[in-house]
């Protein structure tokens, strides 16, 4: 009898030992798909920062016109008829503006930015001035991290808070404005669109 309790105790305490076992090897291989994960994406950016210091070291050296002429440019920006006022909290009132940003280069076709992006959204009422209902004013860095791709298109993402005066259901939209400043050319774009407050 006492040989059998032992034998039960005994095989107890090691299933007890392989499930913390198994535990502890899923948390390894969980961070070392995390190490991994980091691994890659500093590979890239080491790679990205390499291309851009060979870039800066043969600015002394003329490109081909032929390269030259064909670098997408960005010539258009508009705003998405998909942008709209959403009701995060589910209060009844809108908080946030969803804005999609879509630049083309001079065939039409979508280019990346690289540089400044402001948005700011206003109710218009016809016998006063315009009253500010959402403003935001995007880094470089943050336009970058804006950038969208996927079943919806590629596109990119801007989230502004909203601040509706108590008077809003008054209006029955407001009109969003995005100005757009390259980095490279300092060119100037702008875009608007009138979008529903509900």
Do not use: W
């Not at 059998?4 to 299933?15: D, H, I, R």
């Not at 400044?116 to 880094?139: G, N, Q």
């Not at 970058?144 to 509706?164: D, F, N, W």
């Not at 757009?180 to 702008?190: F, I, K, M």
């Amino acid at each position: 009898m006492l040989a059998a309790v032992c034998l039960t105790s005994a095989l107890l305490t090691c299933g007890c030992g392989q499930r913390r076992f198994a535990n502890e090897n899923d948390a390894l291989r969980a961070k070392v798909l995390e190490l991994e994960t980091e691994l890659a994406g500093l590979k890239k950016r080491n790679a990205e920062l390499e291309a851009e210091l060979a870039a800066a070291a043969g600015k002394d050296h003329a490109l081909p016109e032929e390269i030259t002429a064909n670098i997408p440019q960005v010539t258009g920006i508009a705003i998405s008829r998909l942008s709209h006022l959403r009701d995060a909290d589910e209060d009844g009132t809108p908080d946030t503006l969803i804005v999609y940003v879509n630049p083309t280069d001079g065939l039409g076709r979508f280019v990346q930015l690289a540089g400044r992006l402001s948005v700011h959204a206003a109710l218009l009422p016809t016998d006063d001035e315009p009253r500010t209902i959402a403003r935001l004013a995007l880094s470089p860095g943050e336009v970058r991290a804006a950038y969208r791709s996927g079943i919806t298109g590629t596109h990119y993402t801007i989230e502004a808070p909203v601040s509706l005066p108590e008077d809003a259901g008054a209006f029955a939209e407001c009109d969003v404005r995005i100005t757009y400043e390259d980095g490279r050319s300092s060119q100037r774009l702008e875009a608007h669109r009138a979008i529903k407050l509900r």
